[in-house]
């Protein structure tokens, strides 16, 4: 008897195919049982908010979950237009149903023309309760600034700043921050000591390519890390030299400075 091998490769493959799909069916059936806050907090550990959003073709049920996620990253990695990156934003923030933010990534590189949307976002970032906060800023003053109710919200535990336009007139009251970084940007010795003061709860600070500022000191018992990485001296025609007067700190690290350190009292 002869067989026709090509009709029964494909026979095979069609069945293959089915028992697949019918284990995708299953996997996802067992996956819907679970109870809506647990689906919330998978979703939550993806990588980027809009891979968090496109579960919600899968079904009815599916259509709102990512709205109940408790971190968000935007990032424009995947985005060719500008304005599909501000319009996915703003169209998270408007169905956004849960009441805090744990983590909260944003990107706001190179939207200058966007500073209203910007500014809607970080209050949106305070309202929510934000814990954990990473910001990405323009590389120009055109950037926008934080809003003053960010400067006073306390829920905030981590903070990351990047090309940020600092508000040297801003009252600070972070008092549940345990640990900031800031990368490319200036603070003078006044937003340093306003800084310091602001922030009773400091345990970690972390400087990278800040400049400005020629002198550091920290009486906090709490705050006992200090990382100064890529410090430029300020070319205002002062003596370039930097003063850290911190007794209390149990650890130190000082890398990639242009000029030397005269003066560290530890």
Sequence with gaps: RLYNYSSS?????????KKQKLS???TLDRISQLPDSLLAQILSILPATKDA??????????RYLWASVDNLNFTRTSYRKTNDFVSFIDYVIAHFVSSKIKRLNLDCS?????????????????ERKVEDFVYWSNSNKSGCT??????????LVTLHLTFYCFDSGAVIKWNSLKSIKLEHLVLSDKDIANLVSGCPALE??????????LRVEINSLKLKRLYLKGFG?????????????????????????QEFISNVGL
């Design 233 to 257: 001296f300020p070319s205002d025609g002062r003596d370039p030299t930097l003063d850290i007067v911190a007794p209390y700190l149990q650890h130190l690290e000082i890398s990639r400075f």
């Design 204 to 213: 970690t600070m972390e400087f990278d390519s800040v400049g400005g500022f």
């Design 9 to 17: 490769s494909n026979l095979i493959n069609h069945r293959s195919l």
């Design 110 to 126: 190179r939207l200058s023309r966007y500073k209203s949307h910007m500014s809607q976002w970080l209050s949106f970032a305070v």
């Design 24 to 26: 995708v069916t299953k």
């Design 53 to 62: 959003f496109k579960t919600c073709i899968l079904s009815k049920r599916w």
């Design 146 to 155: 934080l809003p003053v109710s960010f400067y006073t919200c306390s829920s």
